[in-house]
């Protein structure tokens, strides 16, 4: 070998070495964050913790109970009503604005991209506000699960919109026009064809959308309340388990019941990406076959 | 039925059509008999395929597309026509075969599904007979339920013609129902075509010139003129289209010369 062979060697290895290290240091920072909160929030696990509601006050005292119901209520409202929303507007932008020739409507669907582009970007204490402003104030529906489900949807609207557009696109012209040509009306083909193949797609969404409310805080901050109650309406205030952390962690000493309520987020976290990985396996196998 | 030419199932009077302000088929006038095989034989981009779905109407899927001219089902313009209705008389069978994600049963039933039927026993009844009808029943009668997806390309391709055939059409397009087959697929479907212009009328689009010899009664020749429309240059039962072509394009055409 060369001694510019060797030189181009020891370079090669030295890069390679940096690209090591950066690799295992991100990995690194990332099993710490996880590991840090398992750690420290797994040993407090409980029955009690999981039986009994918050007692509310500086000690931090009592469990969790109430705040599991709380967030289970408010992911069923909230994609309850961003799902079939969101659905509805992937449709209308690939399946009828999509095809249009109309300038009208094709400015119309260009700037709905970009208004959903820029509402994915925004701070979601905005959509707080704006759910504050609209919800809790205007329309008098107070700190609520309701107030909290309706800026909730706001909030995670852009994602499944997003993830419904792709979805619907993703679904060959090929079954749209067999089933056009067997004399189906668009919106047969649209409810017979293109939704049923366009579901693992639109699942995707809805899980994300799932995950965005289970780990958001600021939105409900300002629209929930923080009440330590078990909901009996929707025009009850509550506290989901992200909101619980932060109430703990900044208005108590209960640190270690914080850390636990994190450990158990970050596990629902973790459920609801192994939902996805599933979801979208599922959906490539089933491109594959074909 | 028709007019003045009852033996004409279809037909075109000037029909032309355009993409926005190109001219993509100019003045085109035919007379397709029914129960016949009828070939549309040309060059690529000459406008072919688009010509066959100006016959069940999909073109009109195509934003900013335009036609003149008349075509005509049985003596009635389509274009007055109700197009649900009328993609239900002419159905179509396309270049890759495109079953739904569903099952044999769903695929075959979807379209007398659409079109109001429940009862499971009518429908069995008509997923059997379009299953025989399109020679595929043999080989899935043992399994309806599994998904279409699973068979091979040509069998996919018979499951599509049965699935058309579901809805009782009259008229039948094919727009290069082979291209993507192998050769003994092919040939079965070929076979079928023989079987189904007893009852149906049958229009084709083929790139393959032995196959339009081999299938079809009568040939339709189109080119593209100098501005690059798509018309009809010679129409007649291909044996003579074949043998004794009029038009010297014709000829240079299915003698290799070009395309």
């Known amino acids: 070998m060369t001694a510019g062979g060797a030189r181009r060697t020891a370079w090669q290895n030295c890069v390679f070495a940096l690209f090591w290290l950066s690799g295992i240091t991100a990995m690194a920072v990332m099993l710490a964050v996880v590991g840090y909160v398992m750690v420290k929030g797994i040993p407090e696990f409980s029955i009690d913790f999981f039986t009994t509601s918050p007692r509310g006050g500086l000690s931090g005292e009592g469990g969790i109970a109430s705040t599991i119901v709380t967030t289970a209520y408010l992911v069923v409202m909230t994609m309850a009503i961003a799902a079939p929303l969101g659905t509805a507007a992937g449709i209308y932008l690939v399946e009828y604005a999509g095809n249009s020739r109309n300038r009208v409507a094709t400015a119309f669907l260009k700037l709905s991209r970009f208004g959903i582009e820029t509402l994915a970007g925004v701070p979601s204490i905005i959509f707080g506000l704006f759910g504050y402003a609209l919800f809790v104030t205007a329309m008098h529906f107070g700190f609520s699960l309701l107030s909290a489900a309706l800026a909730g949807a706001c909030l995670v609207l852009p994602v499944v919109v997003r993830t419904a557009e792709e979805a619907f696109k993703s679904v060959p012209d090929a079954y749209r026009e067999a089933s056009l040509s067997l004399g189906a009306t668009r919106w047969e083909t649209i409810w017979k064809v293109v939704l049923p193949s366009a579901t693992p797609g639109l699942t995707t969404g809805i899980i994300l959308g799932v995950g965005r409310i289970l780990s958001e805080t600021a939105v409900f901050y300002v629209t929930l309340g923080g009440s330590c109650r078990t909901p009996t309406s929707i025009f009850s205030s509550g506290r989901t388990m992200a909101l619980h952390v932060y109430y703990l962690a900044m208005e108590t000493r209960a640190f270690d019941k914080a850390m636990a309520t994190g450990a158990v987020l970050v596990i629902l976290i973790i459920f609801v990406n192994l939902a996805i990985n599933a979801v979208s396996k599922r959906l490539s196998a089933g491109g594959n076959r074909s | ?259």
């Open chain 2, 1 to 259: 039925m028709g007019t003045d030419a009852p033996e004409a199932r279809l037909r075109t009077v000037d029909y032309s059509l355009f993409y926005g302000s190109f001219r993509a088929l100019r003045d085109i006038t035919i007379d397709i008999p029914e129960n016949s095989i009828t070939a549309i034989i040309g060059p690529s981009g000459c406008g072919k395929s688009t010509f066959l779905r100006s016959f069940n109407r999909m073109n009109e899927l195509i934003p900013g597309v335009t036609v003149t001219g008349k075509v005509l089902l049985d003596g009635e313009d389509i274009f007055h026509q109700n197009v649900v209705a009328l993609r239900r008389r002419v159905g179509m069978v396309f270049q890759r075969p495109n079953p739904f994600p569903k099952s044999i049963f769903d695929n075959v039933s979807y379209g007398p599904r659409i079109h109001g039927i429940r009862d499971r026993g009518t429908l069995a009844a008509i997923v059997e007979r379009s299953l025989r009808d399109a020679a595929i029943w043999e080989e899935v009668k043992d399994d309806l339920q599994k998904s279409a997806l699973a068979l091979s390309g040509g069998q996919q391709q018979r499951l599509c013609i049965a699935r058309a055939l579901a809805v009782e059409p009259e008229v039948i397009l094919m727009d290069e129902p082979a291209s993507a087959l192998d050769p003994v697929a092919t040939m079965r479907i070929e076979e079928l075509m023989q079987s189904l212009k007893q009852k149906y009328t049958i229009v084709i689009v083929t790139h393959n010139m032995q196959q339009a010899a081999r299938v079809s009664d009568y040939t339709a020749f189109m080119m593209t003129d100098e501005e690059r429309a798509g018309n009809l240059v010679e129409f007649g039962a291909t044996k003579k289209i074949f043998t004794t072509p009029a038009d010297r394009r014709t000829e240079d055409y299915i003698s290799g010369r070009f395309g």
